[in-house]
């Protein structure tokens, strides 16, 4: 039997960024259940960093992110994480106009936040758009592409580094309270591990994992996002100004959008299905949603697909982050339900879950309480 100061499960973007920032105090050992980490909804997002998206908390941990991400490049010999990228906001009719007139509003003056542009000004930044299509558009400059696959790998170079261990094929089978801390069972083998805190990483199947401790639930649902890669038939179409590289493009109301990849060109439907948690495939109903509305207001001649994918975006009723025990269960903490923000927010997050869970100083970047997102906040 191992002995150690913190068992975290789940080796996704979550788990690795909290045990890393464990690892700088505790003793850690990171399990995952696949045989190789981040296999889930960390290796199957769009890789955005967008100012302004979630509700207020989300965007205070996304808008302190943005610098850490630098910093964490240069710690852990990483290459640039950040790729810049502005995202443009853009409404086709009406309706979407008063809504992002709202989304603009409710976000003015904070940092990052959207700025409204005319719709000429919108087409002369994305020309792949139909021209007279666009009704009212917001601009986030500091938008950036997200190299989630290194960020995760200096995460987990970084645990290793502090002397932290890492076991994947390691499914967490058991788990329950022992003398002040708890005995975790993980692996083919079923070894047991005494641990006096657990932090319950695991993403979609979070509340699984709490249901093994006796632990109450969450409520977390898992929502599946699908997003296929299309081919584009004439990718000159897909310059902007100056040869420069198109924006990303989010409808409003969010029911698509589209970014450049190379000489394709990412495109989503915004779905949000409710699943149970499971290794989820992308449903071909989806995709073809996804094509035609990315087609009607781009015209771009969009009707091949290279390649689909569909991963886990898991919220809690309130859509924020769960980050903390529940008082009658010490030692067993929640960091999940990052929903559709667990990469861009991930620096910011572990750091303010690592101090949560070890009681330590709270980061002075992250203008959140120690119990803001509690299980069970009010
Ligand atoms: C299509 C899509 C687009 C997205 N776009 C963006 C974006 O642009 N920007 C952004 O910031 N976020 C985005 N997200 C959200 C982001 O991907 C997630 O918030 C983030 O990856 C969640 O990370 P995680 O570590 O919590 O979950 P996961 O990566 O799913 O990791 C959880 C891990 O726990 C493991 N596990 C489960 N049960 C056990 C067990 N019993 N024992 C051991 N291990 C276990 C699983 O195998 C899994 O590897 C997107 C998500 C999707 C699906």
Sequence with gaps: MT??????????????????????????LLVEAETALARHSTARSAATYVPGHGAAPVRALIAASGPRFARLAAELDAPPLLAP??????????????????????????????LAIDPAEAH?????????SVAAAAVVEDA????????????????VRRGGQVRAGSPVTGLRPSGSGWRVQAGPDGEVVDAAEVVDAAGA??????????????????????IALARVP??????????????????????????QEGDGLLVSPADETPVAPHDVRPDDLDVAIAMERVEAVTGLGLRSVRTAWAGLRSFVPDRLPVVGAWPEHPGFWF????????????????????????????????????????????
């Design 3 to 28: 002995s150690i100061d913190v068992v975290v499960v789940g080796g996704g973007i979550a788990g690795a960024s909290i045990a890393y920032e464990l690892a700088a105090s505790r003793s850690v």
């Design 85 to 114: 990228r502005a995202v443009l906001h853009a409404a086709f009719d009406a309706d979407g106009a008063a809504d992002l007139a709202d989304y603009v509003a409710g976000q003015a003056g904070e940092p990052g936040a959207p």
């Design 124 to 132: 002369r930044r994305c020309p792949a758009l139909r021209p007279g």
């Design 144 to 159: 950036a592409d997200v190299d989630a696959e290194a960020l995760h790998q200096a995460y987990v170079r970084g645990l």
């Design 205 to 226: 199947w979070a509340d699984e994992v709490a249901a093994l401790a006796g632990v109450p639930r969450i409520g977390l649902t898992p929502y599946r996002r699908t």
């Design 234 to 259: 004439d990718p000159s179409r897909m310059r902007g100004p100056d040869g420069s590289r198109l924006p990303m493009v989010v409808g409003t109301p969010e029911s698509f959008y589209f970014k």
């Design 335 to 378: 960091c999940a339900g990052q929903g559709g923000s667990g990469i861009e927010s991930a620096p910011a997050l572990a750091a303010f879950a690592a101090a949560v869970v070890t009681g330590g100083a709270l980061p002075p970047d992250v203008p959140l309480e120690r119990t803001a997102l509690a299980p069970g906040r009010g």
